[in-house]
């Protein structure tokens, strides 16, 4: 039955360690052009074994210590679940563990030939590139883990929204600050202008910080990359992109075979931490951080959208999911209720809000006053928009943003964009 | 009364905060030669107010997710403590976070001038070390953090020790990878001979993973410093070691005023780990291993002494720690109980470390069976011996084997090692 939780998945799937292990070593043995990036797709099948493994295994221990949730969209009568249908939290810490120990194991594979034949007789312009881009990774690996362990300090200790905000700063400063010493050696990123006014005042490091902050807050510095178009290792920053991205889908696709609905597993803020971050690493290293901001629409629309809530303008709920309506077996948005009369600033709010048609309100005939809101989110707004115009539909519909994001990078960038960035 | 809690300290520590901020933002505006040192100083000011003030505000959080522990040596009648004797254990995360924190912040004060003056017209020599170092930094941050993570990881799920031994392997293999590169770039690591031979060779890769877990299992890689002496940048690198020096010895101190007996808050794994690491890193930088190692000489001798227990020879108890004996107001070794008469291998053990004066057994004088054994721990071992001395002493005896340890390389390093190294 479709409740069952999933089963740990079968010894078989070791079998794809050998085959990860072939893919890894074989450019080790005999030089091959792109040994590189088959020792990266190696690593991800390791990260897809290990997070499959690894997670049923350590999940008793997580809810031994608290760490453990139940499923809202689960379909259960009643509100009363027993303890034996809580699941593990935070798994989003074995996710980022492993992704991040096969990170760092993937050093000597991306930087072999320049660790291992240090390069005395043939000049310092090929040591400088390689130390510059080994900074640059390490650099987004310390990211990485940054992000790693406040999201799991946020899972256990639950911070509050105000302590939150300055934690993307904290985890993107170290990328920031080498992606900005790698330009200072590589390109040029401080425009002529500026470096005339900057380039002899001590004053400059206050400058590192601005600009750092300033980049971290427009989305975790992802615009920031826009500043060093026209380079010209763009295939090796790919490279690297793509040395980043691959262990994360297979550590995902792991981690996604256990949160599969009924999920056996959840992320915690762990995972959204870390993935958001790695997204960040990639769309910075990778110079492709518009397109990668486009990809961010849905996200972005729902902070904006949420912003309301967040500031206490309109009373936010623990949890704004849309609800599961057993009798229909559809969703359907989740809503704020006023059991007193809201105030006449949330009234305005919502009053708007609900003209833009970003929220729906529950008004009561007689006396005018509201009597629930739906939530703030974009999949409440999707939900009540969508059966509207009598369409019925979930969390696919994020996936149609995706296709749309994809459309205005190819199609429209000219529109959008200056040609030449990316 | 001695035993109440330390205080919260009062608000006047936080006159101390405007002196470190004098001290980190005056080199930014008046150019100083010894500006860096003062900035460091600054954020070891920093480190220290921090860790005083946020331990005890975070106490209560820790204990709420039972990350909680009691003072073995408080003068208490019997065993029954209530809970309000519960003091927040881990609180090593809280010094990491800030000691790291910190570090991250420095980053444009230690490599300001590479990071503001591009040297596109200085040719690259500069920019390869400051980039070569500032790679050390990042990956002696990388393996502080992953100290950090895996010590609060076993904190809270209680790792078994098969699965802790390799916890510092995995921690030091990013500083060990880019101290490997950075010798690589600046000076000759690889003896000539093993470079004709593995020079060409793509096994090179794992000769990397080979070394680096010789490196590690020597004591968090510090024999590995010994091998690149004659370096130029000593005094570089020595400053560099002081950038991380300063800001732990802040931390420490900070977190000393409430661990200080009777204690208020405990370390946990977490500052074991992270601190172990913060060591590692400096020998490794300064390049001063050797005499770093000497300084640990009481822990190498604890945990020889330890293994027989640690690996089932002798039975081990959850705790080994001397018992504080209230009549007398004195410590006393704590012992290891035979119920029943133990196996003959751990009888021949027993007997051998007895007779090499490392633990003091009770025997049962009719049947010559062993009833209590003192546990195998420096602190042990020492109240024993002294004792027979008629001498009674406490923790303070570590201080003089430090004292020994710089008796020794000051003067016997000439019989001990070769002159040039460090």
Redesign the interface.
Known sequence: MALQPRPTPSLLILALIPVAGTLIIR?????LSMGTLHASFGFAILAFVAAIVIIPA?GD?FIK??LKGRDLLKLRGGDILSSCDCRPESMG?ICA?VY??LL??F???A??S?????P?EEG??G??FS??Q??VY??A??SL??A??LG??DD??DIRWRHKLPIPL?AA??LL??Y??EN??TS??IPKPFRQI??NM????????VIGARWTWTLGGVYAAGLSYGSKELVERHLLSLYFMLPLIGVCLGFMYHNWYPARAFPGDTLCYFSGMAFAVVGIQGHFSKTLLLFFIPQIFNFVLSCPQLFGLVPCPRHRLPKFEQSTMLLRPSVTEYPHPPSKLTVLTLRVLSGLRLTRLVIQEKTNIIMTSTNLTILNFLLFNLEDLGIRLGEQGLIFCSILAFGIRYGLAGLVYDGDRR
């Open positions: 450019p080790l043995l005999t030089p350590v221990d210590v608290g810490l563990s991040i120990l760092i194991h050093i000597p594979f930087f072999s320049f660790l291992l034949h240090p005395v310092l312009a040591v400088e130390l510059a080994l900074s390490l650099s690996i310390l883990l940054i790693t362990l799991f300090i256990l200790f904290i400063i170290p600050l080498v900005y010493a200072g050696g040029v990123v900057f380039g001590d004053l400059c490091t206050i400058f590192i910080y």
